[in-house]
Protein backbone atom coordinates (compact mmCIF):
# COMPACT_ATOMS: atom_id res chain seq x y z
CA UNK A 1 0.00 0.00 0.00
CA UNK A 2 1.55 3.26 -1.25
CA UNK A 3 1.03 6.90 1.01
CA UNK A 4 1.94 9.80 -0.81
CA UNK A 5 2.63 13.00 1.35
CA UNK A 6 0.12 15.68 1.30
CA UNK A 7 1.68 19.31 0.03
CA UNK A 8 0.28 21.90 -1.28
CA UNK A 9 1.96 22.61 -4.55
CA UNK A 10 0.77 26.40 -5.33
CA UNK A 11 -0.25 29.25 -3.04
CA UNK A 12 -4.05 29.66 -3.17
CA UNK A 13 -5.01 32.57 -4.75
CA UNK A 14 -8.20 34.43 -3.61
CA UNK A 15 -10.65 33.05 -5.93
CA UNK A 16 -8.94 29.72 -5.34
CA UNK A 17 -9.42 30.25 -1.55
CA UNK A 18 -13.18 31.14 -2.25
CA UNK A 19 -13.91 28.51 -4.34
CA UNK A 20 -12.25 26.00 -1.73
CA UNK A 21 -14.22 27.23 0.68
CA UNK A 22 -17.66 26.88 -0.96
CA UNK A 23 -16.88 23.38 -1.84
CA UNK A 24 -15.61 22.01 1.80
CA UNK A 25 -18.96 24.15 2.66
CA UNK A 26 -20.83 22.27 0.87
CA UNK A 27 -19.17 18.52 1.36
CA UNK A 28 -19.53 19.50 5.46
CA UNK A 29 -23.29 20.30 5.11
CA UNK A 30 -24.38 17.84 3.37
CA UNK A 31 -22.94 15.09 5.85
CA UNK A 32 -25.02 17.31 8.84
CA UNK A 33 -28.37 17.21 9.29
CA UNK A 34 -30.40 20.22 10.75
CA UNK A 35 -29.95 20.23 14.64
CA UNK A 36 -27.36 17.03 14.92
CA UNK A 37 -24.25 16.83 16.62
CA UNK A 38 -21.01 17.33 13.60
CA UNK A 39 -17.51 18.61 13.10
CA UNK A 40 -15.01 20.97 12.75
CA UNK A 41 -12.15 21.79 10.44
CA UNK A 42 -8.55 23.65 10.44
CA UNK A 43 -6.70 23.69 7.33
CA UNK A 44 -3.44 25.48 7.21
CA UNK A 45 -1.46 25.85 4.00
CA UNK A 46 2.34 27.52 3.72
CA UNK A 47 1.79 28.82 7.15
CA UNK A 48 -1.46 30.21 5.63
CA UNK A 49 -5.01 29.56 7.33
CA UNK A 50 -7.64 28.87 4.52
CA UNK A 51 -9.96 27.07 6.55
CA UNK A 52 -11.50 26.88 10.33
CA UNK A 53 -15.01 26.27 10.85
CA UNK A 54 -17.50 24.58 13.20
CA UNK A 55 -20.53 23.04 12.01
CA UNK A 56 -23.72 21.08 14.08
CA UNK A 57 -24.29 20.94 17.24
CA UNK A 58 -22.14 20.56 20.64
CA UNK A 59 -24.60 20.09 22.40
CA UNK A 60 -28.12 18.97 21.21
CA UNK A 61 -30.22 19.40 24.49
CA UNK A 62 -28.96 22.77 24.92
CA UNK A 63 -28.42 23.89 21.38
CA UNK A 64 -25.28 24.85 21.79
CA UNK A 65 -23.55 25.09 18.41
CA UNK A 66 -19.83 23.75 17.07
CA UNK A 67 -16.87 26.87 16.70
CA UNK A 68 -13.49 26.60 16.55
CA UNK A 69 -12.77 27.03 19.90
CA UNK A 70 -15.09 24.07 20.75
CA UNK A 71 -13.35 21.83 23.09
CA UNK A 72 -13.52 17.81 21.51
CA UNK A 73 -12.19 14.70 23.16
CA UNK A 74 -8.77 14.12 21.05
CA UNK A 75 -8.72 10.30 22.09
CA UNK A 76 -5.75 8.39 20.12
CA UNK A 77 -4.56 11.90 18.96
CA UNK A 78 -3.96 12.58 22.81
CA UNK A 79 -1.11 10.39 22.33
CA UNK A 80 1.08 13.37 20.98
CA UNK A 81 0.34 15.19 23.76
CA UNK A 82 1.28 12.57 26.10
CA UNK A 83 4.59 11.59 24.25
CA UNK A 84 5.48 14.88 24.93
CA UNK A 85 5.42 14.91 28.50
CA UNK A 86 7.89 12.20 28.48
CA UNK A 87 10.13 13.77 25.76
CA UNK A 88 9.97 16.93 27.88
CA UNK A 89 11.05 14.80 31.32
CA UNK A 90 13.51 13.35 28.83
CA UNK A 91 15.28 16.79 27.66
CA UNK A 92 14.94 17.58 31.58
CA UNK A 93 17.45 14.92 32.15
CA UNK A 94 14.81 13.65 34.33
CA UNK A 95 14.63 10.13 32.86
CA UNK A 96 16.28 8.37 29.55
CA UNK A 97 14.44 6.66 26.22
CA UNK A 98 16.70 3.71 27.63
CA UNK A 99 15.77 3.48 30.86
CA UNK A 100 13.65 0.10 31.57
CA UNK A 101 10.21 0.81 33.21
CA UNK A 102 10.88 -1.18 35.84
CA UNK A 103 12.89 1.49 37.43
CA UNK A 104 9.60 3.64 37.83
CA UNK A 105 6.57 1.39 37.45
CA UNK A 106 7.97 -1.54 39.91
CA UNK A 107 4.52 -3.51 40.00
CA UNK A 108 4.98 -5.03 36.41
CA UNK A 109 6.46 -8.36 36.50
CA UNK A 110 10.55 -7.83 36.47
CA UNK A 111 10.74 -10.37 33.51
CA UNK A 112 8.46 -7.40 31.08
CA UNK A 113 9.51 -4.53 33.65
CA UNK A 114 13.12 -4.60 32.78
CA UNK A 115 13.46 -5.72 28.97
CA UNK A 116 10.69 -2.92 28.09
CA UNK A 117 12.38 0.70 27.86
CA UNK A 118 10.52 4.26 27.66
CA UNK A 119 11.53 4.09 24.13
CA UNK A 120 9.50 1.19 23.27
CA UNK A 121 6.48 2.64 25.15
CA UNK A 122 6.81 5.65 22.60
CA UNK A 123 6.89 4.13 19.33
CA UNK A 124 4.37 1.17 19.96
CA UNK A 125 7.35 -1.87 20.20
CA UNK A 126 6.47 -2.51 23.42
CA UNK A 127 4.48 -5.85 23.24
CA UNK A 128 2.58 -5.00 26.35
CA UNK A 129 -0.75 -6.83 26.33
CA UNK A 130 -3.18 -4.44 25.35
CA UNK A 131 -5.36 -3.85 28.13
CA UNK A 132 -8.87 -3.80 26.66
CA UNK A 133 -8.26 -7.32 25.60
CA UNK A 134 -7.71 -8.43 28.84
CA UNK A 135 -9.72 -5.86 31.15
CA UNK A 136 -13.07 -7.49 32.83
CA UNK A 137 -16.11 -6.04 30.92
CA UNK A 138 -18.88 -6.96 33.41
CA UNK A 139 -17.25 -3.43 35.37
CA UNK A 140 -19.11 -0.49 35.01
CA UNK A 141 -16.76 1.91 37.08
CA UNK A 142 -14.71 3.80 35.42
CA UNK A 143 -11.30 2.39 35.07
CA UNK A 144 -8.28 5.16 35.74
CA UNK A 145 -4.43 4.92 34.45
CA UNK A 146 -3.58 3.04 37.45
CA UNK A 147 -6.08 0.50 37.32
CA UNK A 148 -4.51 -0.41 33.65
CA UNK A 149 -0.96 -1.04 35.72
CA UNK A 150 -3.11 -3.22 38.03
CA UNK A 151 -4.15 -4.88 35.54
CA UNK A 152 -1.00 -5.45 33.80
CA UNK A 153 0.86 -6.33 36.93
CA UNK A 154 -0.85 -9.66 36.54
CA UNK A 155 0.23 -10.79 32.72
CA UNK A 156 3.00 -12.68 32.83
CA UNK A 157 4.21 -12.42 28.68
CA UNK A 158 3.92 -9.98 25.91
CA UNK A 159 3.15 -9.83 22.23
CA UNK A 160 6.39 -10.37 21.27
CA UNK A 161 10.16 -9.93 22.38
CA UNK A 162 10.28 -6.00 23.24
CA UNK A 163 11.61 -4.00 20.81
CA UNK A 164 11.56 -6.22 17.44
CA UNK A 165 7.83 -5.28 16.08
CA UNK A 166 5.31 -2.94 16.21
CA UNK A 167 1.88 -3.34 17.52
CA UNK A 168 -0.21 -0.27 18.50
CA UNK A 169 -0.95 -0.51 22.43
CA UNK A 170 -3.26 1.88 24.40
CA UNK A 171 -1.40 0.47 27.28
CA UNK A 172 2.04 1.69 26.55
CA UNK A 173 0.71 5.41 26.82
CA UNK A 174 -1.35 5.14 29.95
CA UNK A 175 1.91 3.45 31.77
CA UNK A 176 3.95 6.62 30.34
CA UNK A 177 0.81 9.22 32.35
CA UNK A 178 2.07 7.18 35.44
CA UNK A 179 5.42 7.20 34.62
CA UNK A 180 4.85 10.89 34.23
CA UNK A 181 3.26 11.37 37.19
CA UNK A 182 5.62 9.01 39.32
CA UNK A 183 8.71 10.77 37.70
CA UNK A 184 7.40 14.99 37.79
CA UNK A 185 5.32 14.88 41.55
CA UNK A 186 2.61 15.95 39.53
CA UNK A 187 -0.70 14.45 38.59
CA UNK A 188 -0.59 14.21 34.86
CA UNK A 189 -3.36 17.13 34.42
CA UNK A 190 -0.76 19.39 36.32
CA UNK A 191 1.96 18.49 34.54
CA UNK A 192 0.46 18.39 31.16
CA UNK A 193 -0.95 22.03 32.04
CA UNK A 194 2.21 23.53 33.52
CA UNK A 195 4.60 22.18 30.98
CA UNK A 196 2.66 22.36 27.69
CA UNK A 197 -0.93 24.21 28.07
CA UNK A 198 0.49 27.49 29.70
CA UNK A 199 3.69 28.11 27.95
CA UNK A 200 1.55 27.21 24.80
CA UNK A 201 -1.17 29.58 25.57
CA UNK A 202 -3.82 26.75 25.44
CA UNK A 203 -5.90 28.35 27.97
CA UNK A 204 -9.00 25.60 27.06
CA UNK A 205 -7.43 22.86 26.75
CA UNK A 206 -7.18 19.95 29.42
CA UNK A 207 -6.48 16.74 30.52
CA UNK A 208 -9.86 15.07 30.84
CA UNK A 209 -11.11 14.48 35.02
CA UNK A 210 -14.42 13.80 36.36
CA UNK A 211 -14.41 16.47 38.09
CA UNK A 212 -13.03 19.40 36.53
CA UNK A 213 -15.38 21.41 33.95
CA UNK A 214 -14.75 21.86 29.83
CA UNK A 215 -15.01 25.20 28.44
CA UNK A 216 -17.36 24.82 25.53
CA UNK A 217 -17.43 20.93 25.54
CA UNK A 218 -18.53 19.16 22.72
CA UNK A 219 -20.79 16.07 23.94
CA UNK A 220 -20.46 12.65 22.14
CA UNK A 221 -22.81 11.07 19.82
CA UNK A 222 -22.74 7.39 18.26
CA UNK A 223 -25.24 5.61 15.41
CA UNK A 224 -27.01 2.48 16.41
CA UNK A 225 -27.23 -0.26 13.43
CA UNK A 226 -30.32 1.99 12.02
CA UNK A 227 -28.03 4.99 12.05
CA UNK A 228 -29.62 7.06 14.58
CA UNK A 229 -28.15 8.79 16.89
CA UNK A 230 -27.72 8.71 20.45
CA UNK A 231 -25.84 10.15 23.37
CA UNK A 232 -22.52 8.07 23.89
CA UNK A 233 -20.19 10.51 25.66
CA UNK A 234 -18.46 8.05 28.44
CA UNK A 235 -17.33 4.36 28.41
CA UNK A 236 -15.60 2.36 31.56
CA UNK A 237 -11.99 3.89 29.82
CA UNK A 238 -12.76 7.18 29.16
CA UNK A 239 -11.42 8.29 32.40
CA UNK A 240 -7.84 6.94 31.45
CA UNK A 241 -5.92 10.04 30.31
CA UNK A 242 -2.51 8.85 29.13
CA UNK A 243 -4.24 6.96 25.58
CA UNK A 244 -6.94 9.37 24.89
CA UNK A 245 -7.78 11.92 27.66
CA UNK A 246 -7.12 15.45 26.21
CA UNK A 247 -9.93 17.57 25.26
CA UNK A 248 -9.35 20.48 23.01
CA UNK A 249 -10.38 22.91 19.95
CA UNK A 250 -9.20 23.92 17.14
CA UNK A 251 -7.98 27.35 18.14
CA UNK A 252 -5.69 25.64 20.54
CA UNK A 253 -4.87 22.60 18.55
CA UNK A 254 -3.37 25.68 15.99
CA UNK A 255 -1.19 26.75 18.49
CA UNK A 256 0.30 23.05 19.44
CA UNK A 257 0.70 22.36 15.61
CA UNK A 258 2.74 26.03 15.45
CA UNK A 259 4.96 24.88 18.53
CA UNK A 260 5.88 21.89 16.56
CA UNK A 261 6.85 23.49 13.71
CA UNK A 262 8.70 26.23 15.58
CA UNK A 263 10.66 24.25 18.28
CA UNK A 264 8.86 26.06 21.27
CA UNK A 265 8.57 23.51 23.74
CA UNK A 266 11.48 21.05 21.81
CA UNK A 267 14.02 20.41 19.01
CA UNK A 268 10.60 17.60 17.61
CA UNK A 269 13.19 16.92 14.27
CA UNK A 270 16.23 16.09 16.48
CA UNK A 271 14.15 14.27 19.12
CA UNK A 272 12.92 11.93 16.27
CA UNK A 273 16.51 11.35 15.11
CA UNK A 274 17.47 10.16 19.10
CA UNK A 275 14.59 7.88 18.91
CA UNK A 276 16.16 5.55 16.91
CA UNK A 277 13.39 4.62 14.38
CA UNK A 278 14.34 1.00 13.35
CA UNK A 279 10.86 -0.62 12.99
CA UNK A 280 8.01 -0.14 10.26
CA UNK A 281 4.36 -1.11 10.46
CA UNK A 282 2.48 -1.96 7.98
CA UNK A 283 1.93 0.93 5.96
CA UNK A 284 5.86 1.58 5.66
CA UNK A 285 5.70 4.53 8.44
CA UNK A 286 7.60 4.76 11.46
CA UNK A 287 5.66 5.58 15.34
CA UNK A 288 6.49 7.91 17.41
CA UNK A 289 6.32 10.33 19.58
CA UNK A 290 2.35 10.27 19.32
CA UNK A 291 2.16 10.17 15.52
CA UNK A 292 2.34 7.87 12.53
CA UNK A 293 6.04 9.31 10.96
CA UNK A 294 6.63 8.81 7.29
CA UNK A 295 9.76 9.97 6.18
CA UNK A 296 10.37 10.14 2.51
CA UNK A 297 11.95 13.48 1.59
CA UNK A 298 9.61 15.56 3.75
CA UNK A 299 8.83 14.29 6.66
CA UNK A 300 5.18 13.89 7.08
CA UNK A 301 2.77 13.38 10.37
CA UNK A 302 -0.55 11.60 10.90
CA UNK A 303 -2.82 10.20 13.37
CA UNK A 304 -6.60 9.69 14.28
CA UNK A 305 -8.69 9.05 17.20
CA UNK A 306 -11.85 7.33 17.48
CA UNK A 307 -13.54 6.50 21.08
CA UNK A 308 -17.23 6.11 22.16
CA UNK A 309 -18.36 9.08 20.72
CA UNK A 310 -15.79 10.91 18.79
CA UNK A 311 -13.38 10.43 15.81
CA UNK A 312 -10.35 13.28 14.96
CA UNK A 313 -7.71 13.30 12.61
CA UNK A 314 -4.50 15.60 12.30
CA UNK A 315 -2.18 15.46 9.11
CA UNK A 316 0.82 17.82 9.97
CA UNK A 317 4.16 18.92 7.38
CA UNK A 318 6.35 20.43 9.43
CA UNK A 319 8.40 21.20 6.81
CA UNK A 320 5.78 22.45 4.28
CA UNK A 321 3.57 24.52 7.42
CA UNK A 322 0.62 22.28 6.34
CA UNK A 323 -1.85 21.02 8.65
CA UNK A 324 -5.27 19.29 8.45
CA UNK A 325 -7.22 19.31 11.71
CA UNK A 326 -10.87 17.45 11.89
CA UNK A 327 -12.90 17.17 15.05
CA UNK A 328 -16.13 14.93 15.12
CA UNK A 329 -18.43 14.57 18.23
CA UNK A 330 -19.80 11.33 16.71
CA UNK A 331 -18.58 8.04 16.49
CA UNK A 332 -17.25 6.38 13.35
CA UNK A 333 -17.56 9.81 11.75
CA UNK A 334 -14.77 9.36 9.33
CA UNK A 335 -16.59 9.55 5.65
CA UNK A 336 -16.84 13.67 5.61
CA UNK A 337 -13.03 13.29 6.57
CA UNK A 338 -12.24 11.18 3.45
CA UNK A 339 -14.53 13.65 1.12
CA UNK A 340 -12.65 16.37 2.41
CA UNK A 341 -9.47 14.88 1.52
CA UNK A 342 -10.60 14.52 -1.81
CA UNK A 343 -12.04 18.06 -2.57
CA UNK A 344 -8.25 19.16 -1.19
CA UNK A 345 -6.67 17.03 -3.62
CA UNK A 346 -9.02 18.16 -6.72
CA UNK A 347 -8.66 22.21 -5.97
CA UNK A 348 -4.77 22.10 -6.12
CA UNK A 349 -3.93 20.34 -3.21
CA UNK A 350 -1.95 17.09 -3.56
CA UNK A 351 -3.97 14.87 -0.41
CA UNK A 352 -2.56 11.04 -0.19
CA UNK A 353 -5.82 9.26 -1.40
CA UNK A 354 -4.90 6.77 0.97
CA UNK A 355 -3.90 8.16 4.10
CA UNK A 356 -7.93 7.87 5.40
CA UNK A 357 -7.40 4.35 5.63
CA UNK A 358 -4.68 5.48 8.81
CA UNK A 359 -7.26 5.08 10.75
CA UNK A 360 -7.82 1.75 10.91
CA UNK A 361 -4.42 1.53 12.91
CA UNK A 362 -5.61 3.58 16.15
CA UNK A 363 -8.07 3.31 18.49
Known sequence: MKYILLFFSIMISHTAFAQL???LDSVINSSIQQGEPGLALYVEANGKTIYNKGFGMADTENKKTIGPNTNFRLASVSKQFTAMCVLL???????????????????????IGNKVLIRHLITHTSGI??????????????LLDI?????LKTQEK???????????????????????????????????????????KMKRSLVYEATAAIPNRSLGFARD???????????????????G???????????????????????????????NFSIKEVTGSYYGPGWFYFDKGNPALFHSGSTCGFSTYSVNIPGQKTSIV??????????????????????GINSPSEVFSLHQLTR
Open 326 to 347: YFSNIAGNSEPFKKILEVLSTE
Open 225 to 243: KNMKLYANDQSTTSAIKGD
Open 129 to 142: IDYEEVMDNTISTP
Open 21 to 23: EKR
Open 158 to 200: TYSIPGTEFRYSNSAYALMALIVERVSGQTFPQYMKERIFKPL
Open 147 to 151: DVLNI
Open 89 to 111: LEQDKKLSFEDPISRYLPELPQN
Open 245 to 275: GVYTSLDDYKKWTHSLWKGTLLDLPSVLKRL
